[in-house]
């Protein structure tokens, strides 16, 4: 799974050095993959770990390679990956001439298209859609060298961090997503708000240590807190690792209260979402990533 996705990225472009082609296998999305949704079928975990593949590149590109530092170099590559979403991966539309990071996002639409679940197609492509836009909030915020406050940057973060458009995958690889109105319910949908909060908090305390050797990024839950309350670094670090296990407390409650309310429907939802929390922690305590 992990060679296939590796050459998925390299067929369309995404990785045209051996130094990109070195990073992307670090990161090990495979791993990532199979430790969120392990019982999921062969075809949902490839197209899972392609996803996840192609957030690692976005990011990378955007972090690592300066596309988002400079929003007026972003913004047109925005609006291109925007126009493919809207195709929706329908396979009689031609997609634009969008570069490697179009063609592969429309693969991935498509490919989620063919699982005939219209639905979920949508939720996946509106969240991808939201990701994108909150790259621009981060490139402009990288421009002015502005710290966002915490409770604004706990906002976007959710949507900078890719999880959602990753959960409604794993649904889908599961075989058993729930119905679509079940989305709508409210206590799904707060926990699916924590789920998401826990694993880009447990991102950023991994990636702290990496971001903050040079430079600190303005966008790591650390940082913010750092800024706003006016604390050092190792108390920055203690109040956002205490913010995790709060967030974590809460989400226990809520996910018992799904559990025993009887809905068995629930229970493969759940299941999708505990597991992103935990393959989170056990991938970044062994990917090289944020080495």
């Known amino acids: 799974m992990a060679g296939e996705s590796v050459e998925w990225a390299r067929a369309f472009g995404l990785i045209d050095s051996s130094h990109r082609v070195h990073r992307l296998q670090r990161a090990d999305a495979a791993g990532l993959a199979g430790r969120a949704c392990p019982d999921g079928s062969a075809d949902g975990l490839r197209l899972l770990t392609d996803l996840i593949s192609w957030l690692f590149v976005m990011d990378d590109a955007c972090d690592e390679d300066g596309l988002g530092a400079d929003p007026g170099r972003l913004a047109p590559a925005i609006g291109t990956l925007l ?16 570069g490697p990071l179009g063609d592969a996002l429309h693969d991935l639409c498509r490919r989620t298209r063919l699982h005939d679940r219209p639905a979920l197609l949508l939720r996946f492509v509106s969240q991808v859609r939201e990701y994108l836009l909150a790259l621009l909030w981060e490139a402009a915020n990288r421009e002015r060298r502005r710290v966002p406050e915490v409770a604004e940057y706990v906002q976007l973060r959710r949507h900078i961090g890719g999880a959602r458009p990753c959960l409604t995958l794993t649904e889908l ?3 058993e997503p729930p119905e679509p109105g079940r989305h709508a319910d409210p206590a799904l949908a707060a926990l ?65 209260a799904l559990l025993t309310s009887g809905d068995e429907g629930l ?7 505990r597991n992103w929390i935990r393959a989170t922690y056990d991938w970044s305590l062994v990917a090289a990533r944020y080495a």
Do not use: M
């Open 83 to 98: 126009d493919v979403l809207d195709r929706c991966g329908d396979p009689d539309v031609v997609p634009p001439a969008a």
């Open 173 to 175: 690889a599961s075989g």
């Open 192 to 256: 699916d708000l924590l789920a998401v909060d826990l694993v880009c908090w447990c991102n950023d305390l991994f990636s702290y240590g990496k971001e903050s050797r040079a430079d600190p990024d303005a966008h790591n839950l650390v940082t913010v807190i750092a800024q706003e309350t006016d604390t050092d670094e190792p108390g920055a670090l203690r109040a956002a690792a205490a913010r995790f296990n709060q967030g974590l407390a809460a989400y226990l409650t809520a996910e018992d």
């Open 267 to 273: 229970r493969s939802a759940l299941a999708a979402r």
